[in-house]
């Protein structure tokens, strides 16, 4: 992923007001992230742990969701598997992440939700750069190329039914 300053994640979201993107808790050191290594940039609002943000590159151009995370709490005793990376996590590592649609759709409640790595950490997870804290990640016959490419095709497909109906 290209990196983004902050003018640029603020600007990309699809899915609240200007006023909301001006207003959201960006993550600390953008900078130092390590932007060669991620398909996306994704954090959780230390402020308000039911907020989730995701920035991806989409139609050539940054595209940023606002995201809810649920208080549900999962059992610590069954594996859950992340939809994107397909990263197997115990109980709490996988949250159902809700966006609001995109234009209309979205100003009347509608809302798309997957299932992602609960800290949004799924490239990092893919090339082996952190691993699941209770799970082992099964050895894939996938070269990794091709894991990171379903990766990226997994998120287009979310945010395709985040932006569905707008003119974009």
């Excluded at 230390?46 to 050539?60: C, K, N, T, W």
């Amino acid at each position: 992923m290209e990196p983004l300053n902050e003018n640029e994640i603020r600007a990309s979201f699809v899915n609240c007001s200007k006023g909301e993107a001006s207003r959201l808790n960006l993550p600390r050191g953008l900078a130092e992230l390590p932007w060669e290594n991620l398909d996306f940039l994704g954090w959780r609002d230390q402020g308000a742990p039911d907020r989730a943000y995701l920035v991806a590159s989409y139609g050539g151009e940054p595209v940023g969701v606002t995201l809810r995370v649920p208080t549900i709490r999962r059992s610590l005793t069954k594996t859950n598997v992340c939809s994107l990376c397909i990263t197997a996590h115990a109980g709490s590592g996988v949250a159902l992440l809700a966006a609001r649609r995109a234009g209309a759709a979205g100003r009347e409640g509608n809302t798309v939700g997957t299932y992602i790595c609960a800290d949004l950490a799924c490239s990092l997870y893919v090339r082996g750069l952190k691993k699941s804290a209770l799970v082992t990640r099964p050895d894939e016959s996938l070269p990794l190329e091709r894991q990171i490419d379903r990766t990226v095709g997994n998120l287009d497909a979310f945010l395709a039914r985040v932006l569905a109906d707008t003119a974009r």
